[in-house]
């Protein structure tokens, strides 16, 4: 028994479909509901940890060893810690690294994060990819005594991911303006879905000066910026309850203003050109993805973080299902894992997605070009 078991008291993980893990309490005790999905990522655990896309989810990170660069106040990709719960298998004893101001341990427990530690994550990780993605509750403290049929129905009666509508719970209460890095060359209005704040960052380091507005902004909110471009960020849950953010992407493609959108921004796209999105059986989570350009024919590897996926066809241009005026649509990139959709390409207007992380925050930097994608649109459409 290590330093850390022995302090730390006991912990269990109850899936939906009563199988149970024992472990040890890990960050806050206590109780915790949410879905159990996996993350493949071998480091950047606190950019994770504060992504608003994992909101509601537990999250479980493949990797045994966590913790190790402990926490800074640098790297947060948002105000505070979105994952309901975390689940890894070695926690650090200690951090490591000189950025940090403390251990992950204890970020957690101050922002009331219930996690557990000592579990067997690799078999965990099996479980979830031979039967989805599923709800899940982990136990600590007094709570860890609780009576286990007691557990499971407390599990099995929180709310699934699907048909859940959770943008407006983590999109900002009011507008805010990023400014641009040097010389103002363009102003782009960023529907914050739950807005890493990388990205605008990177848009800002390109002379662009973004309005960040909250996920109920109209359509006259973005006309009054007078914007060159249009953008809409990743974000948690199911994009079919998106009708009124749909409902504004067609008023912005329809007005011909140039669109890029990420992650669940790729997926409103789609649903605005008339598809539909599927939840994914347990999703991409990880910075390893690899991901084909079909124009380019280049692989790239990519950071990921979403459930859903939009149902497009593969390899051909067809015409926007939604209305004749969008003109052609194609598919622009795939995973090579599993051949989902990663990107959408509008040929008549001015407009695309993806479905990965191009601000890469943590992950590679293979997809950072489709900001300088982006700025190419404004130019070409100012």
């Known amino acids: ?22 472990g040890h309490a890990f960050g806050a005790r206590g109780t915790t509901l949410g879905e159990a999905v996996f993350n493949t990522g071998m480091t ?3 950019e994770t940890l504060t992504d608003p896309s994992y909101h509601r989810q537990v999250v479980v990170m493949t990797a045994p060893h966590i ?12 105000t505070r810690i979105w994952v309901a719960g975390f689940v890894v298998r070695d926690p650090a004893l200690r951090p490591s690294n000189w950025r940090a101001n403390r251990s992950l341990d204890q970020e957690l427990a101050s922002q009331g994060i219930v996690g557990i530690s000592g579990v067997d994550t690799r078999a965990l990780t099996r479980h979830l990819r031979e039967r989805g993605a599923m709800r899940v509750g982990i136990f600590s403290g007094e709570r860890v005594e609780t009576d286990p049929a007691r557990q499971l129905a407390l599990v099995n009666a929180a709310a699934p991911m699907a ?37 605008p960052e990177l848009l800002a380091r390109r002379g662009i000066e973004v309005h960040v507005l909250p996920a109920s902004a109209t359509f006259r909110d973005i006309e009054a910026i007078t914007p060159d471009g249009v953008f809409f960020s990743n974000g948690p849950g199911d994009p079919a309850t998106a009708d009124s953010e749909v409902a504004l992407l067609r008023q912005v493609l329809t007005a011909r203003i140039p669109f890029f959108g990420i992650c669940f921004g ?117």
């Open 1 to 22: 028994m290590n330093a850390h078991t022995a302090r730390s008291g006991s912990a269990v993980l109850v899936l939906e479909d009563g199988r149970r893990f024992a």
């Open 44 to 46: 950047g655990y606190q």
């Open 163 to 199: 048909g859940a509508a959770l943008a407006p719970d983590v999109s900002t209460p009011q507008a805010y303006v990023v400014p641009a890095l040097g010389e103002r060359r363009y102003t782009v209005a960023a529907l914050d879905l739950g807005i890493k704040a990388m990205t």
């Open 67 to 78: 913790g190790n660069t402990g926490w800074n106040d640098q790297d947060d990709e948002s």
């Open 266 to 382: 790729n997926q409103l796209l789609g649903r605005a050109l008339g598809f539909g999105t599927y939840k994914l059986r347990y999703g991409h989570r990880g910075i390893n993805q690899p991901v084909m350009d079909l124009s380019t024919r280049k692989v790239e590897v990519t950071a990921h973080n979403h459930g859903f996926a939009v149902d497009a066809p593969i390899g051909e241009v067809i015409a926007a299902p939604a209305d004749p005026a969008y003109g052609r649509v194609r598919v622009s990139h795939v995973c090579l894992n599993d051949d989902v959709v990663e990107g959408l390409e509008c040929l008549d207007l001015p407009a695309f997605s993806v479905q990965y992380h191009p601000e890469a925050a943590a992950g590679p930097h293979d997809a950072n070009y489709l900001f300088d994608r982006f700025v190419s649109l404004l130019e070409s459409n100012r």
